[in-house]
C-alpha cells in the first residue's frame, strides 16, 4: 500500500505541477516565483537533512551548485518563463524528452556506451514528435512568442539532462536530501538573480497577487518539492530503477489531461500525434536504455 501510494505521488503531483505553475504566474513573476519555491523548499529540507548527516565541504557546495544551477534555474527556470505562452500539457510533452537528451550525452559526453539500434530508433522518433509539436497551432503555429517558449522548454530539457549526467560523478553529500536541498538553496538563488536581470523586482506588488496563484505557489512547496520528492527518494530504496522511471511519461499524461479539464487546453490533430511519437520514444528509451535519470535525485522535478 505504502508502494501504491508513493507511485500515486509521483505520477499525480509531479504531473500537477506543471498545471500548478501555470496557476502561479498568473500573478507571480515567473522567475521570483521559481525562487521562492525552491529557496523555501531548499531551506525546509536542508533544515531536516543537515542533522542527519554529514557536514557538506566547500567542494560539495560546488558541485551542489552547478548541479542546482543546470536543473533549476536552467531547467525549471525555462519551464516557467516559457508557461506565459506554452500550454502546461505541452510544456511536459517536451519536458519528456529528458530521457532522450540523457542517453545522447552519456554518449558523447560522459564515455557512456554508443547506443543500440533501437535506443537510435527512440531518439530519432522522439526528436521527429518534438518536431512535430513545434509546428502545432498550440506552438510555432499559434505566435512568435509561442514558438520561443517551446524552443525554451527544449532548452530547459537539455540544460535538465546535463545538470543530470553531470551530478553522476559530482561531489555530492552522500545523503541525497542534503544534496538536493542544496541544489535547491543554490537554484533559489541563482533563479533570484535572473529575476532581478528580468526587472521583475517592479511587478513584485502584493496587491496584485491573487489567491489563487499564492495557493498554487503553496502547493509547488509543499506537494512538488517535499511530499512528492520524498516519495520518489523513498522508492529508490524499495524499488526498481525501472519501475521508477515511469514517471517519465505517465507525468505527461496527467498534465495534458489536467490541462485539458481545469485550462481548457486544447490538442489539435498535429500535437496529439505528437503526444503519441514522444511517450512511445520515451517509454522506448527507458525500457531498453537502463536508468539514466537515477543519478540525480531531482530528476524527476523539473516541473
Known sequence: MRVAIAFAAIYLIWGSTYLAI????????????????????????????????????????????????????????????????????????????????????DWLFAGGGRPSRTLMAGLLLGLSGVGLLMSSTELGAQSREGLLGGFAVLGASISWAAGSIYARKAALPRSPFLATAMQMIVGGFVLSLMAAIAGEGGELHLSAFSMKSMLALVYLIVFGALIAFTAYIWLLGVSTPAR????????????????????????????????????????????????????????????
Open 22 to 105: 501555470r496557476f502561479a504566474i498568473e500573478t507571480l513573476p515567473p522567475f521570483s516565483m521559481a525562487a521562492v519555491r525552491f529557496t523555501v523548499a531548499g531551506g525546509i529540507l536542508y533544515a531536516i537533512a543537515r542533522p542527519r548527516a554529514d557536514r557538506p565541504t566547500k567542494l560539495n557546495w560546488i558541485s551542489a551548485g552547478v548541479v542546482g544551477t543546470l536543473l533549476l534555474a536552467g531547467g525549471n527556470g525555462g519551464v516557467v518563463w516559457a508557461e506565459q505562452w506554452v500550454p502546461s500539457g505541452l510544456t511536459a510533452l517536451i519536458v519528456a524528452t529528458v530521457p532522450l537528451w540523457m542517453v545522447l550525452f
Open 244 to 303: 521508477v522511471s515511469t514517471y517519465a511519461y505517465i507525468n505527461p499524461a496527467v498534465a495534458v489531461l489536467l490541462g485539458w479539464l481545469l485550462a481548457s487546453e486544447r490538442l489539435d490533430a498535429r500535437a496529439a500525434v505528437a503526444v503519441l511519437i514522444i511517450l512511445s520514444a520515451v517509454a522506448l528509451v527507458s525500457v531498453r536504455g537502463g536508468d539514466p535519470r537515477r543519478p540525480s535525485v531531482l530528476s524527476g522535478d523539473t516541473r
